[in-house]
């Protein structure tokens, strides 16, 4: 089966309502499995509102947030300022827009 690009178009809302949070023992075992101790990157593809994403702001420096559908973008922008977190961005497109706008290391 095959889906459009917009399949999710118009739905950020309604999943930043009601799409159930992620259990704190999951990330507590990602942290720990990780070992992330705030100085590791984090980039998540698909990351649609932001919501598993943010919370790892306190484990690691920098985070990326990639999705093409721009409203979950603008709601993972929401959430990021209602959290007061700063050390996360978010790109709308595809890994290989993120990739186009990463400068070499």
Known sequence: MIYGLDIFKGTAPYYAK????????????????????GSQRLLDIGCGTGQFTLRFSDWCQDIVGVDMEKGMIQEARKCQKMLGVSNTTWVHGDIHDYLNQTPTL
Request: aromatic share 16%.
């Open 18 to 37: 009601f799409r159930p949070t992620y259990p704190s023992t999951l990330i507590r075992w990602m942290v720990d499995t990780l070992k992330l101790d």
